[in-house]
């Protein structure tokens, strides 16, 4: 998930999501520099969330199937755990304290 922390990279991974690009046809999409580019797509294959194929001289990059998958088994698995303590609270809230079982306020 912190691969996908950065705007730009996130933008780039959605773009491969729909075909692969090289990495020159990625720079013209973007405000950033070629170099920049391969940065981002290097944070993204060391994530495994991106293959690379050579194509010639070329290499193109696509979103990885298999990464997606671990990527979307974290997000439910996240959101599982919080519903279960969510409906924990709710359906067990904390005892609420009497007025006189209450802490005193502390003066101004």
Known sequence: M???GDPTRRAIFELLTR?????GELATQ???SRPA????LRVLVDAGLL???RDGARRLYAADP???????ASVERFWRDALVAFKDV????PAQQSP?????????
């Open 66 to 72: 298999a990464g997606i998958a671990l990527l979307k």
């Open 100 to 108: 006189a079982e209450q802490p005193p306020e502390e003066e101004a």
């Open 19 to 23: 075909e692969e690009h090289a990495v």
């Open 30 to 32: 973007f405000p950033i």
């Open 51 to 53: 293959t690379v194929r």
């Open 2 to 4: 912190d691969a996908l």
């Open 37 to 40: 580019v391969s940065q981002h």
């Open 90 to 93: 709710a359906e067990h809230p």
